[in-house]
């Protein structure tokens, strides 16, 4: 029962603390939104030539740097405090999970070039109809000769704007929800018939519906077992979910420290509002509600490699408390805040507004209770 | 980072395990589950067998009697206890009074009080709150005068009230916080003194609950002749003893282990009730999600005081944050009751204390779980307002942790 982090953990963590505190501070990331492109391809190249953290979860042999999942959680924590726009989640935790757990032939040359920060990743898995069902699927992929031929529509592929490859999860045999025939296939996003509609999302990020028209794939493209790909995407949306667990922790960092700091210098009554013991207590409850996120991300972190069904628990269990202290820990700075919460000008609303999206991120609350209930008690009555 | 036992520790779970199932006292499980009210005896047999193991002050220093474990064995401990579902061992001596002395007083008062509280043959009450000084417990206004006996030693002489002491009808002794400087700043004039409870002028009177048992009194004291040497620590100092007191009792508070067991309960409970549809209770979708989420907030208790365990191993010592265990755990041992009440039903309505005994040939009324359902939770609801209310841990996290 250890909860230190390694040298190696700790550094990591140092590197990209201060380098994001040079290079992305609040008014850098205003620009960084409001830009054309949206986020900054110059910061990525420097994650991976000077910083190295895109390769932070891969094994040595792979070009990484022989971390694991905690890496991913150090980085995601500490991207949420500065809400990092660019795309690790997508990249790294997702696209580099599905690699590595594939066994694909070519998995090694593609995390290299993910860790050389050439190949960038976003996950194609929401459809309209389908919220939070990760089999519910209308997107087809038909077999054509040794390859495949790809259509459908997908929803609110986040990232996609900077993306040169989309994981696309697409049913080769089934029925529009069923857990069997579902499979995974990484496409090139500017291959001949991908057509994307960008938009920028309220958190300050981008992301785009993705048509897939008469996309031919060659047969490598598969990512997994054929028809039998649900097991891996749940097992891959677990550890992103367990990363921005961490990014919330993150996120909701700066949403209690923000309010402090507010609160010690704001004056009414004639005397600074955090003297007040109502807001004291509920400044405490803040504190809790973010303790208990970091133990609960520490905790799902750590059970990533456990059995499918533990893990898929821990991570749900996590996730609920997460989104709630993340809706706690915002609306409450919002409210301390006053009117000044109530601006674009301050931080402070927009870390209330990406803990927003990561609340409903990879399933609500509902949705983790529904599914922790289950696999708690078995099926319901 | 990682979240394995060491295999020492797991032996260490199978070994204590073994202990407690061979020596845990039959005739204290008979008494827990006919739920009636525990005599002095019941309390004690338990602790003097661990006593004689040399296991019952798992926190004290070996110099003093203890087994010297570390953090993550005493939380193995404590979880074996819970789910051998074990009568805790009262907190008063071993917990309270007893790291007190070992780190206040004198090696005169070591040695005379720290083997019979080990061994029990001292029950320890507590004498700090009064009638009007609750959370506001520096306003204390028991008194303590000096005086010199006819024999030619210094004595005090105390008059005053303590309240809500927990057992005190058994207690050998009572540790009191009392004014001994009526003039000095209220938390300056405060000296922490034991009490033999069978000196004259100490009254206990019972103080009846909701959940209709005498689980806390009203202790008087009436001229009480205290000698000197009965005080731990300086004259006047009490309060820093209090204090420590206070952060030591809050460590190992939040129960844990014991609501783990508390929601299994709650499970065996929900499959044997059925719910308005007439299937089991378990199965209803509303009820369910409590368990749900009183099993996910439980993770996060579990998690939050294993973070706190380990710094505590790291030689940080039990921090305010231990404010975050009390106010988290006592929650959840609530919500547990809570749930156990609903689930009773109708059955949660009659009251069979002192309601003359059947002659053991009458039919029991509803089942077992309901008999002690609502009492129970009328019970529980002491844990947010003791130990420093829910209110006063909050002052403590605002002040000590974010410096408001």
Redesign the interface.
Known sequence: MDFNFSEEQSMLRDTIASYLQDKYDFETRRKIVSSESGWRADYWKAFAEELGILGAPFSEELGGLGGGALDNMIVMEEFGKALVIEPYLGTVVIGGGFLKHSGHASAADHIASIVAGEMVVAFAYAEPQGRYTWSDLKTTATKDGSGWVLNGHKAVVVGAPFASHLIVTARTGGSQREASGVSVFLVDKHAKGVTTRDYPTVDGGRASEVYFENVSIPADALIGAEGAGLPLVEKVLDEATAAVCAEGVGVMRKLHEGTLDYAKQRKQFGTAISNFQVLQHRMVDMFIELEQSVSMTYMATLKLDESDAERAKAVSSAKVRIGRALKFCGQNAIQIHGGMGMTDELAIGHYFKRGTIIEGLFGSVDHHLTRYERLSFGKAA | ??????PE?LAFREEVRAFIAENYPASLRAVQEEGEEMAKEDFLSWHRILAKKGWVAPAWPTEYGGPGWSS?QRYIWSEELARADAVPILPFGINMVGPVIYTFATPEQKARFLPPTLSGDIWWAQGYSEPGAGSDLASLKTKAERFTGDDGKEYYLVNGQKTWTTLAQHGDWIFCLVRTDPTAKIQEGISFLLIDMKSPGVTVRPIITLGGEHEVNEVWFENVKVPVENRIYEENKGWTCAKFLLAHERSGIAGVARSKRGIERIRQIAAEELAD?G??L????LF??K???L???L???E??E??T???EH?GKGPGP?SS?LK??GTEIQQRITELVLEASGNYGAPYFRGFPKEGGNALPIGPDHARRAAPTYFNVRKTSIYGGSN?IQ??I??KM????
Not at chain 2, 282 to 285: L, Y
Not at chain 2, 401 to 404: D, E, I, K, R, S
């Open positions: 980072m990682n979240l394995d036992f060491s520790d993550v549809d299937n089991p378990i199965q209803d979708p369910r999600r368990i749900a989420e099993e996910i907030d993770t996060a208790l998690f939050t294993l973070r365990l380990a710094s790291a944050e975050v106010i988290k209110e909050r002052n996290i605002a942790v974010l410096g408001l």
